[in-house]
């Protein structure tokens, strides 16, 4: 568009229209195993997976802190010897009952709260004393074994175990529970979070689309009537949950019909250079992150500029990330620059931090004539 307003029409040539088609359904399972966004619905189970490998050290380092705790509590008491002994029983009640919860994982998932609290602690309790009286045999066979020396009455030792187990399992269910109550909840305020910060995006692209259309309305039917096809193409794609990511792929493609969209508007005075051969296109990004850094770039960048100017969009991967780059001419004189808040990058940047727990990153870097965005996140299939 130039200074007095009027709208400067393309070369007939035009890039063919690319059809975007909805991605298939990915099962939840799947989304959970292969993205690394909060949304993931994840295990909606409060009592952790010890089948996985953190669980089982986590068990084995807390049973042998409380050995080496409860061997310096016996300075009457040879320090190795009786951290061995400890040691030993300690790691039997507690990757035994580690062994129980993962194997009964699933049959507990599907009992109510109150069910399943009820059931571990019959597991506890019983996997407890039976490894007590075995532990009870040996000493009495082999020497002393257990938390005390080689006891002198057989029902108190197994009552004593057995209460001990049932304080700590009713502690770590507690804990557990509390904790994954938590953690929906800051899911839940996270996603709604990223609805609220994409929806600020959209409404702002669809005015300017808009105004596109209805000045080619009158001057370029034809032209127009690509553009609404355009934008019902965009907006198919984006009219999905807010929080659900989008192959790297899918993203682009959404990129490129707006620029289409812009060119009409803007003519020769707007080029876009792509440089993202190297981009792994099955990766996942938030949906929304390219297009308002394209439509920030053209906006800020090349609209104010007389003879427009090259937008580019590179991408690569490095250590694992994922890094886009994004950079366009600005006017150098401040009268023809223009003002704003840049909403857009500030809501990328809240929606990578919220995807990504942190390891998503904006910058921005302006030099003479020159504006760049660097977008960084975690790469995953």
Not at 49 to 69: G, H, N, P, S, W
């Amino acid at each position: 568009m130039s200074k007095t307003g009027a709208i400067e029409r393309p070369s007939e040539d035009r890039t063919p229209r690319t059809t975007l088609i909805p991605p298939p359904r990915v099962s939840a399972a799947a989304d959970s195993a292969t993205t690394p966004f909060l949304d993931s619905p994840g295990d909606a189970f409060y009592i952790p997976d010890f089948c996985a490998t953190r669980m089982v050290f986590a068990v084995v380092l807390i049973a042998e802190l409380v050995a080496v705790t409860l061997a310096l509590a016996r300075p009457d008491a040879p320090f190795l010897t009786e951290l061995a002994r400890i040691s030993m029983f300690l790691q039997w009640v507690g990757l035994t009952n580690a062994a129980l919860l993962c194997y009964s994982r699933r049959w507990l998932a599907r009992l109510s709260v109150p069910q399943s609290a009820g059931a571990v602690f019959a597991l506890i309790l019983v996997n407890t004393v039976v490894i007590s009286e075995l532990a009870l045999w040996l000493g009495t066979a082999f020497g002393a074994v257990g938390i005390t020396e080689r006891p002198t009455a057989h029902w108190p030792f197994l009552l004593r175990n057995g209460g001990i187990a049932l304080i700590v399992a009713a502690l770590l269910l507690r804990y557990f529970f509390v904790t994954h109550q938590w953690q929906k909840h800051v899911r839940a305020e996270a996603l709604s979070r990223i609805q609220a910060l994409q929806a600020r995006i959209r409404p702002h692209f669809l005015f300017n689309s808009m105004n596109t259309i209805a000045a080619l309305t009158r001057s370029d039917p034809k032209r127009a009537e690509e553009a609404v096809e355009d934008l019902a193409d965009l907006f198919r794609a984006t009219l999905r949950d807010s929080h659900s990511p989008l192959r790297l792929k899918e993203e682009l493609e959404l990129t490129r019909i707006y620029q289409r969209i812009e060119a009409l508007r803007l003519g020769s005075r707007l080029d876009v250079r792509w440089d993202v051969g190297a981009l792994p296109m099955r990766g996942f990004v938030p949906g929304l992150t390219v297009q308002p850094l394209l439509e920030n770039a053209i906006y800020h960048g090349i609209e104010p500029l007389e003879h427009g100017g090259t937008v580019t969009v590179s991408g690569r991967v490095v250590d694992g990330e994922v890094e886009l780059v994004v950079s366009n001419p600005v006017a150098e004189a401040p009268g023809e620059q223009r003002t704003g808040n840049r909403l857009a990058l500030d809501n990328i940047r809240q929606r990578l931090d919220l995807a990504y727990g942190g390891r998503g990153s904006l910058e921005v870097e302006q030099e003479p004539g020159l504006y760049r965005v660097t977008v960084r996140f975690p790469y995953a299939e």
